[in-house]
């Protein structure tokens, strides 16, 4: 048995308070501990009842409990409100033990106390953080959900299950299949993740998936998640519908491949333009070399050979040679008339754009053998220069096609205009073709694309319809001013 002296020795050096009541509840020990709880001075508490200690009366229900818990457990544990000598309040933790002698009756309580307060209010304060987290996530826009690797979703705040579709109830069940949601193409991304993860290897921690809604509908969604817990065996995720987004890229996207291939037509068509302008320029050259040249060479030596005659006054062969040099001029200014033709059609200036076009089917009727059919009646109001120039081109190029390519026997070209437009209709009952095929086969090909660009830059449409044995319609429409 430990001598009591000693035992009161230890009590005095503890951290934690202690009292000692006798049976009829006066307090005969306090240690030092205690009386620093409760701001006394040594000795002062004692003879006195222990409610001095508790703050207002001591509620009759805890005093009942804690008798019969006595009674029945001989201890009893729990909060009790007390007040300092001062009157300020606090709580401790206290454990009330009955000592009893060797007949079981109850000689003296020991309690032992500390004081929780500063525990409870961080108690409070972590509530109180923890339902604002819970509120804010409530509200948050994000989807912000809590998996844990065996149980499948425990948290999901109201965005995930606008993403989703589901209620909490059903995503947060634990026979709820995650998979279910995860889009079939992706399974294997969310799979792999997982088999990583269990591996212990370092992931993005953001990262993109589709899933599949209740609606069955396919959303993207990008996602940011946390590893937490004691075997990390927790996922905190944020998750974002970012749908509209990635449609939007793709479209972006699209058109970026779009403006390449254009930019990359563009390039091909200025080149030939630019080898035909070449070209052009080279054809023009050698015919004014040649028919110049020739006309010069052969003036000069007519002029020598006048020369001499009048000299030797051979009068009848000088004037032989004028006719002959008549004749030279003639054919030379004829030649370079045809190379103006083509350079500008002149019949424009002179017939205007019905007569011009009379006047090339009529050549056109010596070499081609087709049924052309003019209807220019209802052509009224006289176009711009470069308008008429370009449907007189654009006639030029289909007529062309037509003989290329069309086999036909007829075509038929209407030509009318009103206050605000001209319209040119061509068509040709031939072989037709597939359109949108050919457009997308042979860039060098420029006659089509050369008739589009040429009445869009004067701010108008083309439009052909054609089909295989169907023949083909070309519409041109142009403003009028
Ligand atoms: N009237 C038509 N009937 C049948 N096929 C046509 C007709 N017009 C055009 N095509 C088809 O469309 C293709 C493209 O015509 P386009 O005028 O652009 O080029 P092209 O005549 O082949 O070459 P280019 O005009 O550059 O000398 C032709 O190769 C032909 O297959
Ligand atoms: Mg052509």
Redesign the pocket.
Known sequence: MIDKEILLKAFATIREAILICSADGNINYTNSAMNRLFGYEKGELLGKYPSILNKGPRPELVTKEINSILELKGYWEGKINNKKKDGTGFISYARISALKDREGKIINFISTQHNITEQIKMEKILQESEEKYRKLCQSAMDGIYVISVDKGFEYVNPAVVKIFGYESEELCREDFDFFKLVHPNDQKLIRNRQKARIKGKRLPSRYEFRIITKDGDTKNIEVNTVLFGRKKEKILGVMRDITKHKKIEERLNLNQMMLEDSERELKSFSRKILAIREEEKKNLSTILHEELGDMAVGLSSYLASIEKDIKIHAFENAQETIEKSKSLLRKSISKLKKIAVDLRPPDLDILGLPGALNEYFLKFHEYVKLDIILQLNNYKKKASDKTEIAIYRIVQ?SF???I???NANKAVLSLSSDEEAIILNIS?D????EVEK?SHKNSE?????GMKEMAESLKGTFTIN?APGKG?KILVKLPAE
Do not use: M, V, W, Y
């Open positions: 190029e062309k096609n037509i290329k390519h069309a040709d031939g072989r037709g073709f050919r090909q420029l006659g089509i694309r054609s083909t």
